[in-house]
């Protein structure tokens, strides 16, 4: 928060007290959507390259994120709903964050591959409004999941992957009310839109026309809408702490009437029709908390811990339109996949310090855990514990706002050489550059 905006929130608080080897060619398919809803619906799974998004603004990221209680700018209703309770007038940030994913994958033969680097590029868009004393309206519109991989189109693994592209819009409507003796409280509505774009290799045959880089190929898609809701709590029984809490629900995803388009050469064309298929899954709970310090105005700590259930991802099952052929009169309709996935949890640390009346600087740390088992560990999903350093700076001159920070995300070397059943054995060893820039005005409204 910014010097101004402590200052009017200090005249606002005398109001009121505030506050987972590719399968067999009868399976290609099964294996493949699996690994597509993985990558489209899996927070986690999106997060193994870094882009589980969370960076949805310069002035929260420089934090690293730890903004539960923090009510900077609009953008903190990510993290939780009620810090708009304690934002004046009219506010608006647009944010755009850029991945830069590295990393090396190294088979239990010795075999290095690197992935092609590709800049990815996230926007985000939030506003606020004080309309009363005691109701504040808000709404974002960001990207919360996000996943681009690129392999090279010969590696040894191009049977799970080449290339890989989630893109999901999350449209967040928020209301809250307060600050009633420094307590707030938030509601809002998720509407999430989620599209899969994905080509892999399949090692069968000789290579069909087109493709004599690749060889056999398929190209997997599909889009589908999911809605929840959110809810937030805020309390500050002083001006030195703020106390913060934030919930968001599960989403049921489905799927019906995503694509799988094969090209194969004889004679195993027959086994891979081009057809339609369906599969759903819900999404976890997320949970938030957070406490902001003030030792003094113009300097701020918190300290947020975070937990996402993702224990109830154990398993997939989707079915196939037309099914693939296991013998000349018997095809497989329905797939079934364990996934075995576990709850994950976050510690964040950040700090704020206005040094000046018009430039801030920011630094933050995150310990980030991994879910997904050994055992189903790939290269389209190459996740592993994190930990992710941040630094920033802000600026804001006569209402303008501006923010810009850069977090390192460093992925512990993972090693699946020794573990049975895993699809590629191998090492992974993985960094994301993440840079974010926002812009923002507060128009002094005076509420109704």
């Given at each position: 928060?910014?010097l101004h905006?402590?200052r009017l929130?200090r005249r606002?608080?005398?109001?009121?007290?505030?506050?987972?080897?590719?399968?067999?060619?009868r399976?290609?398919?099964a294996?493949?959507v699996?690994?597509?809803?993985?990558?489209?619906f899996?927070?986690r799974?999106a997060?193994?390259?870094?882009f589980?998004?969370q960076e949805?603004?310069?002035?929260g990221?420089?934090?690293?994120g730890?903004v539960?209680?923090?009510?900077?700018?609009p953008?903190?209703m990510?993290q939780?709903?009620?810090n708009i309770?304690?934002l004046?007038?009219?506010?608006?940030?647009?944010?755009?964050?850029?991945?830069?994913p590295t990393g090396?994958f190294?088979s239990?033969?010795?075999t290095?591959?690197d992935v092609?680097?590709?800049?990815i590029?996230v926007?985000?868009?939030?506003s606020?409004?004080?309309?009363t004393d005691?109701l504040a309206?808000?709404?974002?519109?960001?990207v919360d999941f996000?996943?681009?991989?690129?392999w090279?189109?010969?590696?040894e693994?191009?049977?799970?992957?080449?290339d890989?592209?989630?893109?999901?819009?999350t449209v967040?409507?928020n209301?809250?009310?307060?600050?009633?003796?420094?307590f707030v409280?938030?509601a809002g509505f998720?509407a999430?839109y989620?599209a899969?774009?994905?080509?892999?290799?399949l090692?069968l045959g000789?290579?069909?026309?087109?493709?004599?880089?690749?060889?056999n190929?398929v190209?997997l898609?599909?889009?589908?809408w999911g809605?929840?809701?959110?809810?937030?709590?805020?309390y500050q029984?002083a001006?030195?702490?703020?106390?913060?809490?934030?919930?968001?629900?599960t989403?049921?995803?489905s799927?019906?009437?995503?694509?799988a388009?094969f090209?194969?050469a004889?004679?195993?064309?027959?086994?891979?029709?081009d057809?339609?298929f369906?599969a759903t899954?819900v999404l976890?709970h997320?949970?938030?908390t957070g406490?902001?310090?003030w030792?003094?105005?113009t300097?701020s700590?918190?300290?947020?811990f975070w937990?996402t259930?993702?224990?109830s991802?154990?398993k997939l099952k989707?079915k196939?339109?037309?099914g693939?052929?296991?013998?000349?009169?018997?095809r497989?309709?329905e797939?079934?996949?364990e996934?075995?996935?576990?709850?994950f949890?976050?510690?964040?640390?950040?700090t704020e310090w206005?040094?000046?009346?018009?430039f801030?600087?920011?630094?933050g740390i995150m310990?980030?855990g991994?879910?997904v088992?050994?055992?189903?560990l790939?290269?389209m999903l190459?996740?592993g514990?994190?930990?992710?350093t941040t630094?920033?700076f802000g600026t804001?001159?006569?209402?303008f706002?501006?923010d810009?920070?850069?977090m390192l995300v460093?992925v512990?070397p993972r090693?699946?050489?020794?573990?049975?059943?895993?699809?590629?054995?191998g090492?992974?060893e993985?960094?994301?550059?993440v840079?974010?820039v926002s812009?923002g005005?507060r128009?002094?409204?005076a509420?109704?």
């Amino acid at each position: 928060m910014d010097l101004h905006h402590r200052r009017l929130r200090r005249r606002a608080l005398k109001k009121e007290t505030t506050m987972h080897t590719f399968l067999r060619s009868r399976c290609a398919l099964a294996a493949l959507v699996v690994l597509a809803f993985a990558l489209v619906f899996a927070p986690r799974a999106a997060l193994a390259n870094g882009f589980f998004v969370q960076e949805v603004s310069g002035g929260g990221m420089g934090q690293a994120g730890a903004v539960v209680a923090g009510a900077g700018s609009p953008s903190s209703m990510f993290q939780n709903a009620a810090n708009i309770g304690f934002l004046p007038g009219l506010q608006t940030e647009l944010t755009l964050t850029t991945y830069i994913p590295t990393g090396t994958f190294t088979s239990a033969a010795g075999t290095s591959t690197d992935v092609r680097v590709v800049p990815i590029y996230v926007p985000h868009l939030f506003s606020s409004w004080r309309a009363t004393d005691w109701l504040a309206v808000g709404a974002g519109v960001f990207v919360d999941f996000g996943l681009a991989i690129h392999w090279p189109y010969d590696w040894e693994g191009r049977h799970i992957v080449i290339d890989s592209g989630l893109t999901s819009y999350t449209v967040n409507p928020n209301i809250a009310f307060g600050p009633f003796a420094g307590f707030v409280i938030a509601a809002g509505f998720d509407a999430k839109y989620g599209a899969v774009d994905i080509k892999r290799g399949l090692t069968l045959g000789q290579p069909p026309a087109g493709e004599l880089d690749v060889g056999n190929t398929v190209h997997l898609g599909g889009d589908t809408w999911g809605f929840g809701g959110n809810i937030g709590l805020m309390y500050q029984p002083a001006d030195w702490v703020r106390l913060g809490a934030a919930y968001r629900s599960t989403i049921k995803m489905s799927i019906d009437g995503g694509r799988a388009d094969f090209t194969v050469a004889e004679p195993f064309a027959p086994r891979f029709p081009d057809q339609d298929f369906s599969a759903t899954i819900v999404l976890p709970h997320l949970i938030s908390t957070g406490v902001r310090f003030w030792p003094m105005e113009t300097l701020s700590l918190e300290l947020d811990f975070w937990a996402t259930l993702w224990s109830s991802y154990d398993k997939l099952k989707f079915k196939f339109s037309e099914g693939l052929a296991e013998g000349p009169d018997k095809r497989i309709m329905e797939q079934t996949e364990e996934k075995n996935y576990e709850d994950f949890f976050q510690v964040r640390l950040g700090t704020e310090w206005w040094f000046h009346k018009h430039f801030a600087g920011r630094l933050g740390i995150m310990l980030d855990g991994n879910v997904v088992p050994d055992k189903t560990l790939d290269p389209m999903l190459p996740d592993g514990h994190r930990i992710n350093t941040t630094i920033g700076f802000g600026t804001e001159w006569s209402g303008f706002f501006a923010d810009l920070a850069y977090m390192l995300v460093a992925v512990l070397p993972r090693d699946t050489s020794g573990v049975e059943g895993n699809p590629i054995p191998g090492k992974y060893e993985f960094f994301t550059h993440v840079v974010s820039v926002s812009a923002g005005y507060r128009f002094d409204i005076a509420p109704l």
